[in-house]
């Protein structure tokens, strides 16, 4: 992107890192040699995880506007992976705001890329970039910008994500956020709310499989990346077998199951250009959260290092469709 901003290398505050996607991401910024501290509201598993990686830790809730002012000092970015989003995102991009220091989340509820979005003048006043959806959307946002650059005027999107494994209790609390946001769909342009849930069919490589109209996010941040006018997304879930078909995952501290199968996450991006050619690409990427874990990383590294545009943005309105070639272990397939 042409109209990066550049300054020099940074440093990160982390909180919500003791949660289990929370501490697969602190191992990760360590394994990369990010130069950051950790930060969340139980002392007792911050001290522990501390201590382990070397790091400083501040203990404060999400409303302590003292806490926020201490950690926050001297910090380029913060990066909140405390969710359900509903609950910490506010306060977290206030402060990040009120501190001047960019702010990243792995939210997937649509309500907070919304949230973002209203923050764009006061992100901009403050010279910082407010980028919600580090996660998820680090993969789908530049692939639907790779599949619209496919066609000269892309007026229609689709999107189908297949989700290969298992929900952490943070992630159960905020797909009911999720699904709460009601049955978004954009049409000419503008968010529409659906009274009952159309079904559509996909075939991501596995035959025609069913898939149900869920507002996974792109209806604000791959509107904001492409302009695409009208956009629907689908959702389908594999469950891992282990599980007996509950979705709810436990998860052992450290041991990433949750991506350690052979089963594959998808994402299928249709476009229908103006002229009603349709083309087609997909993603596909290891089960489960590490996508996450590693794409997060990725995507605050590069705003450490100085590479971020000011006010609210998506992982592609930032980096573009060439963010898919840094991110671990993802396919891209154009039909
Ligand atoms: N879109 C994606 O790609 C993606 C992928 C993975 C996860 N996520 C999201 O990331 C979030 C965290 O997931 P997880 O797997 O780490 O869940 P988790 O293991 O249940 O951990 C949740 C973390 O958030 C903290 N937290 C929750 N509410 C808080 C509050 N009000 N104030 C301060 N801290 C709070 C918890 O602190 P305590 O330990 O003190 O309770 C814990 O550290 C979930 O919303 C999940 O949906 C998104």
Redesign the pocket.
Same mark, same amino acid.
């Given at each position: 992107m042409n109209n990066l901003q550049h300054t020099s290398e940074g440093k990160l505050l982390i909180y &919500?890192?003791? &949660?289990?996607?929370?501490t697969l991401i602190v191992k990760e910024a360590a394994r990369r040699g990010l130069d950051f501290e950790i930060a &969340?509201?139980?002392e007792e598993?911050l001290a522990a995880l501390a201590a382990e990686l070397s790091v400083p830790y501040h203990v404060f809730?999400?409303d302590d506007a003292e806490g926020w002012k201490r950690s926050l000092e001297g910090k380029t970015a913060l990066l909140n992976?405390? =969710?359900?989003?509903s609950?910490?995102a506010e306060q977290a991009m206030e402060a990040s705001i009120k501190f001047k220091v960019h702010y990243f989340d792995?939210?997937?509820e649509v309500d907070i890329y919304r949230l973002a979005e209203s923050k764009d003048a006061a992100a901009k006043a403050a010279g910082i970039m407010l980028l919600s =959806?580090a =996660?998820?959307f680090a993969t789908y946002d530049p692939l639907v910008l790779h599949t619209a650059n496919r066609v000269k005027n892309p007026v229609k999107m689709r999107v189908a994500f297949k989700y290969s494994g298992g929900f952490?209790? &943070?992630?159960v609390?905020?797909?009911a956020n999720i699904i709460g946001a009601g049955l978004l769909v954009r049409k000419n342009g503008l968010i529409k709310k659906l009274d009952e849930a159309p079904s559509a069919v996909f075939d991501l490589g596995d035959g025609p499989e069913d898939f149900s109209l869920m507002p996974l996010g792109g209806v604000v941040l791959s509107y904001k990346s492409t302009g695409i006018p009208d956009i629907e997304e689908y959702f389908s879930m594999a469950v891992p077998a282990a599980t007996g078909g509950n979705a709810t995952v436990k998860f052992e501290e450290g041991q990433p199951q949750a991506g350690a199968g052979s089963a594959r996450s998808k994402i299928l991006v249709e476009i229908t250009d103006e002229d009603g050619t349709i083309v087609r690409s997909m993603a596909d990427t290891q089960d489960g959260?590490m996508p996450?874990v590693t794409s997060a990383v990725e995507i605050v590294s590069r705003a450490l290092s100085g590479a971020y545009q000011p006010g609210f943005q998506s992982p592609a309105s930032a980096y573009g469709a060439e963010l898919l070639k840094s991110l671990l272990d993802v396919r891209i397939t154009d039909f």
């Open positions: &919500g890192a003791t &949660g289990y996607t929370g &969340g509201r139980n598993k809730s999400i992976i405390a =969710g359900p989003f609950e910490t792995i939210t997937a =959806g =996660g998820l952490t209790p &943070g992630s609390a905020s797909s959260y996450t």
